[in-house]
């Protein structure tokens, strides 16, 4: 059964970058979408991009585009995060589903296993 873990936030100077990894421990991906989503202070939770492990298709949320680059290395998804602002502040969650065809884009109820999150502080 998948799982995942985040690792890699931390607090960074606006224009600056961060690589989050996601990982899971035990389960190898194979065919499974991985997502990565952010939740902002006083914001819903909000998907910001998702690769299907088998061809590395991606996909991303309008705000994550130009900035934020989703990729697979062996069994780690990584989120490298370019160009920081104070409004990319958030708690940030991998997500994993079990075997699948595709992702959905970064729709949330695709997934079946979430991460506690890694907290990304950007200050101005």
């Known amino acids: 059964q998948v799982q995942v873990v985040e690792s890699g936030g931390g607090s960074v100077q606006a224009g600056g970058s961060l690589r989050l990894a996601c990982e899971s421990p035990g389960y190898t991906f194979s065919s499974n979408c991985v997502g990565w989503f952010r939740q902002r202070p006083g914001k819903e939770r909000e998907g910001v991009a998702s690769?299907?492990?088998?061809?590395?298709d991606t996909a991303y949320a309008d705000s994550a585009k130009g900035r934020f680059t989703i990729s697979r290395v062996k069994n780690t998804v990584y989120l490298q995060m370019n160009s920081l602002q104070p409004e990319d502040t958030a708690m940030y969650y991998c997500?994993?589903?079990?075997?699948?065809?595709?992702?959905?884009?970064?729709?949330?109820?695709?997934?079946?296993?979430w991460g506690r999150g890694t907290q990304v502080t950007v200050s101005s």
């Open positions: 997500a994993a589903t079990e075997i699948t065809y595709r992702c959905e884009g970064v729709a949330a109820d695709q997934f079946d296993a």
């Open positions: 690769i299907y492990t088998h061809g590395d």
